[in-house]
């Protein structure tokens, strides 16, 4: 996918928030958005720290048995706690990834950060070997600095 494609998606998803009522719909909104603009990515879902766990929140893909993730557990959990994305291009080669789909060969995670505070964090799935490059990472990390105002005051109770 062009550079440009990727600022365009980005604009999409800056759109898609606005009107968003609440942290849910926002959420709702840009895994949509993602999910549907690039063909890349095969799922897509948003975490979010609930105490020491990851819960699952909205995600568009086939159903995931890792509703909750131990912080420091799998990709997610790292990807969490050292509060950095993490980009793994051969899921089968890193030992910290949790099996979700066995078509799944890369996996990229951006934290969702209110300063130095872990909100969430947007996780995506390719059935693609090595598909995240940089442009995938400046998307998922702008998008997450755009949900982050969204999610600071969100319960996961409210899912």
């Known amino acids: 996918m062009p550079a440009d494609a990727y600022d365009a998606v980005l604009a999409k998803v800056n759109a898609a928030l606005a009107p968003a009522a609440d942290a849910v719909g926002a959420m709702e909104r840009a ?29 568009l893909g086939k159903p995931s048995p890792h509703t909750r993730i131990p912080l420091g557990r799998g990709i997610c959990g790292a990807a969490a706690t050292e509060k950095r994305t993490i980009v793994v291009d051969d899921v089968n080669a ?56 969204h999610l600071a005051n969100f319960r996961t109770l409210e899912l």
Not at 37 to 57: A, C, N, Q, R
Not at 100 to 124: F, H, N, W, Y
């Open 31 to 59: 895994v949509g958005v993602l999910k549907q603009e690039i063909p890349h990515y095969s799922w897509v879902g948003i975490y979010l720290v609930d105490g020491d766990e990851l819960v699952l929140g909205p995600f």
């Open 94 to 149: 890193d030992p910290r990834y949790l099996a979700c789909s066995i078509e799944t060969k890369s996996e990229i995670v951006a934290p969702i950060m209110q300063g130095a505070r872990v909100l969430g964090e947007i996780d995506i799935d390719s059935d693609r070997p090595a598909a995240f490059g940089p442009a995938d990472r400046n998307l998922l990390e702008a998008v997450a600095a755009l949900l982050a105002p």
